[in-house]
């Protein structure tokens, strides 16, 4: 990737997608964008005619319908088809225009549910899914494994023609930081119990409710520090065999979690743990050591990456 490479960056208004953005634009001016109204992309023949036009040379796939655990347990159904859709989409007009290579994001939610610790790669497939975000879990497989059959393809023939364009897929943790979604219907644990305590500190609440009884364990991982793996891995990365995580091979306890916010923030109310809600799995910690030994390791650390996203988060409201 070189100063007048053509880029595109689908799910630049996202949370990873506007951090990766913001990032690239720094160094390279090349980059097309386009918002949903601009480029639906659960349309196939509209997103190849616009590659077609653009002759992009990478594509980094950012682009997905998010959510938290409730918004996933609601709408299991809508989470699978339009990821599926916009996937399906994405990789066919790469494909067929020959797009030089392709980063595909996927999430931690594709391993089975309370398997061995840290989760490695080869894990997938050999257990059943956390349930309570199985549509988009299902719609994530399937773009690593699409991604993962196109690389196997490589130099042979294909659809009549001479394929080339390779995948680069990564699977990282939890995914914290500045542009996350606040929304406490559609927020992950992070962005939640930051916006509770901050505007309990604000607004002097009494208690603030936490579901789960806080034992629940994660990985998280600062976006910037995504962002900068996923140009990484485009930079330095021929392709991939299946998939690699990313993360910081860390993880801590809600509960810890909770307390940490709470030294960020100066909370001083009750905390309640709501044991009737449902916490995902009890751990999930990733085994990052393939692509720390292929040269890329994350740099934030989880006190600073919370600092960061509290101001960030209290900017928004000023």
Not at 160 to 171: E, H, Q
Not at 232 to 261: C, H, M, P, Q, Y
Request: charged share 25%.
């Amino acid at each position: 990737m070189n100063k007048k490479s053509k880029i595109y960056i689908a799910g630049h208004t996202g949370f990873v997608g506007g951090s990766l953005y913001r990032m690239l634009t720094k160094n390279y001016k090349n980059i097309s964008v386009y918002t949903r109204a601009e480029l639906d992309l659960t349309e196939p023949q509209r997103v190849l005619e616009v590659f077609e036009k653009k002759k992009f040379d990478y594509v980094f796939m950012c682009a997905a319908k998010c959510g938290g655990l409730q918004a996933n347990l609601e709408d299991p159904y809508g989470f699978l088809l339009t990821n599926l859709e916009i996937q399906n989409s994405l990789i066919e007009a790469s494909i067929k225009t020959k797009v030089k290579k392709v980063l595909f994001l996927g999430s931690s939610c594709i391993y089975p549910k309370d398997f061995k610790q840290p989760l490695k790669e080869e894990y997938l497939f050999q257990a059943p899914v956390e349930p309570t975000n199985e549509g988009y879990a299902l719609a994530k497989i399937a773009g690593l494994k699409l991604c993962e059959y196109a690389n196997r393809l490589y130099g042979k023939e294909f659809h009549g023609d001479i394929y080339k364009t390779k995948f680069v897929s990564l699977m990282p943790c939890n995914v914290y930081g500045a542009g996350d979604d606040f929304d406490l219907h559609n927020s992950h644990v992070m962005a939640a119990l930051i916006r509770k305590f901050v505007d309990a500190k604000k607004n002097d609440l009494p208690k603030v409710a936490v579901w789960g009884d806080g034992t629940s364990r994660r990985e998280f991982l600062y976006v910037e520090d995504l962002a900068d793996a996923m140009v990484w891995s485009i930079k330095n990365l021929d392709k991939t065999e299946r998939f690699l995580n990313v993360g910081t091979g860390f993880d801590v306890s809600i509960k810890d979690l909770v307390a940490l916010i709470i030294k960020k923030t100066g909370y001083s109310g009750t905390i309640e743990f709501d044991t009737s809600k449902p916490t995902g799995m009890k751990k999930k910690c990733l085994d990052v050591s393939k692509i720390n030994n292929l040269g890329w390791k994350a740099k934030t650390e989880l006190e600073s990456g919370i600092e960061k996203t509290i101001e960030y988060y209290r900017g928004l409201n000023e």
